[in-house]
């Protein structure tokens, strides 16, 4: 592994069901974010985590739910997911929560909800 | 409310220079950055400012004014390999990171 990975590249699924995206980093960052990303809009924050066992709430995290059981992964599940879900969704990673760290991104992971 | 305004789309032309423009009122100031986005790919850092004036990287310098709540992107001898879109992100009061839109940059030889 090189940096930060997701699974899966790319997602159709049915409304109603329920599904994780995974992400895993290799870099030993403490902070990591999830966001999706919507044409014309910008990047928005869903949950973010800043070390591993806490998580917080970002700007749009109804209808997600994260976990951080290691400093590697950092998984975001829809519990039940609804079309409106439906947009590419980014994981990403920084060495502290701080302001001047870079935040490192993953290649994307594509949902479309039906 | 926080907000980022940056052109929607530009069009410059192989080895020329091209300046993106971004305004922003956010709730506390901690930094501002510039990302890069190909189509279909992950962002990927540019610069990242913090005290007013010029950042130089290479091609790329990034300037801010906190007093405007401004900053630009200047892209030097363009290469079609630059046509990308280019995000700015603030740092707020809580050091989360609130993105703009982006601006889509086509280059034409």
């Known amino acids: 592994i090189a940096g930060i990975t997701q699974a899966p590249t790319s997602q159709i699924l049915a409304a109603g069901r329920r599904m994780t995206l995974r992400c895993t980093q290799d870099m030993r960052h403490n902070a990591m974010y999830w966001y999706r990303q919507d044409l014309g809009l910008g990047l928005r924050l869903i949950h973010y985590?800043?070390?591993?066992?806490?998580?917080g709430k970002g700007e749009v995290p109804d209808g997600y739910s994260v976990s951080r059981a290691n400093t590697d992964d950092f998984p975001l599940t829809l519990a039940s997911a609804v079309p409106s879900q439906t947009s590419v969704y980014f994981c990403?990673?920084?060495?502290?929560?701080?302001?001047?760290?870079?935040?490192?991104f993953g290649p994307g992971t594509r949902l479309t909800v039906l | 409310g926080q907000n980022i305004d940056q052109p929607t789309e530009m069009t410059a032309t192989e080895g020329a220079i091209v300046q993106i423009n971004c305004t922003y009122q956010t709730s506390g100031f901690n930094g501002l950055f510039w990302y890069q986005q190909h189509a279909g790919e992950a962002p990927t850092f540019l610069s990242y400012?913090?005290l007013d004036g010029l950042e130089e990287k290479g091609r790329f310098s990034s300037f801010l004014s906190r007093s405007k709540g401004y900053s630009y992107l200047l892209l030097k001898e363009l290469q079609m390999k630059d046509s990308a879109s280019y995000l700015c992100a603030v740092a707020d009061s809580n050091y989360q990171l609130i993105w703009g839109a982006g601006t889509k940059l086509i280059i034409k030889p």
């Open positions: 990403a990673s920084s060495a502290t929560s701080g302001s001047r760290d870079e935040q490192f």
């Open positions: 985590s800043n070390t591993a066992g806490t998580t």
């Open positions: 400012n913090v």
